[in-house]
């Protein structure tokens, strides 16, 4: 089961027990957060899923940003890149999130990781 969304800030790719966002913009607001996750909240309704972050292509997220996630809902975050300012920069927004975290080199990893932590 898949379902895609579109938002003004990229595309929210949902499955069973996780959602992929693939951002388009060079920075994520705290609005454009808060839509990516209206919608993700929507689809999931009141099941726990972990949210993986594409990061193919570079972008910051606005610490504020972290304000709507419902850690009751988001139980995991996942971040995708190769690319190592990224991971340092992960590291950092680790502590606004109160739940499981990950970061992954490839999409594979991170989806196997957030079917073991939805479990």
């Given at each position: 089961m898949f379902k895609s969304y579109t938002t003004s800030i990229g595309i929210l790719e949902c499955y069973p027990n996780y959602c992929i966002a693939r951002v388009s913009v060079p920075l994520v607001t705290k609005e454009g957060a808060k839509e990516l996750l209206q919608c993700s909240y929507k689809h999931f309704?009141?099941?726990?899923?972990?949210?993986?972050?594409?990061?193919?292509?570079?972008?910051?997220?606005?610490?504020?940003?972290?304000?709507?996630?419902?850690?009751?809902?988001?139980?995991?975050?996942?971040?995708?890149?190769?690319?190592?300012?990224?991971?340092?920069?992960a590291l950092e927004k680790q502590k606004l999130f109160d739940g499981a975290f990950g970061f992954f080199e490839n999409m594979e990893d991170a989806i196997d990781w957030a079917k073991t932590v939805v479990k």
């Open positions: 309704g009141n099941k726990r899923y972990v949210l993986i972050s594409d990061r193919k292509d570079i972008y910051k997220v606005d610490s504020q940003a972290y304000k709507f996630v419902n850690p009751r809902k988001i139980v995991g975050i996942a971040l995708v890149s190769e690319n190592e300012k990224v991971k340092s920069d």
